[in-house]
């Protein structure tokens, strides 16, 4: 029997990285949001927001691996742009929650701070 490997197009594999990536975002985005009353938390979401790079890298190497460890730039520079592109579907639905259900007046508050300043 020939042992025949499916491999997953660059769009799956992008979308399925963008899971993670968005999932990544949001838990950035709430110690951002914690970071307004906690200063630990806005130390942890600058972190995050460090991080950001080393994640998208990550996952751009499972990529790299299961494709034989053939990819060209073009390839890869797709790939990043279609993984911020599924994460940031994933993280606006959250925020959208957030800033409709969970705390509508955040935005008046923000810009009430803004003018304090």
Request: proline share 2%; aromatic share 20%.
């Amino acid at each position: 029997m020939a042992d025949t490997v499916t491999r997953k197009s660059l769009l799956q594999h992008s979308m399925e990285g963008g899971v993670w990536l968005g999932l990544y975002l949001i838990v950035r985005f709430a110690f951002m949001v914690m970071g307004l009353y906690y200063s630990v938390a806005n130390l942890i979401a600058l972190a995050l927001f460090a991080g950001t790079p080393f994640v998208l890298y990550r996952i751009m190497m499972v990529y790299h691996r299961n494709n034989s460890y053939i990819s060209f730039f073009s390839l890869l520079w797709m790939m990043g742009i279609m993984l911020f592109f599924f994460a940031s579907l994933i993280c606006s639905v959250a925020e959208f929650v957030f800033y409709q259900y969970i705390n509508p007046g955040y935005v008046a508050e923000m810009f009430d701070r803004a003018l304090a300043l």
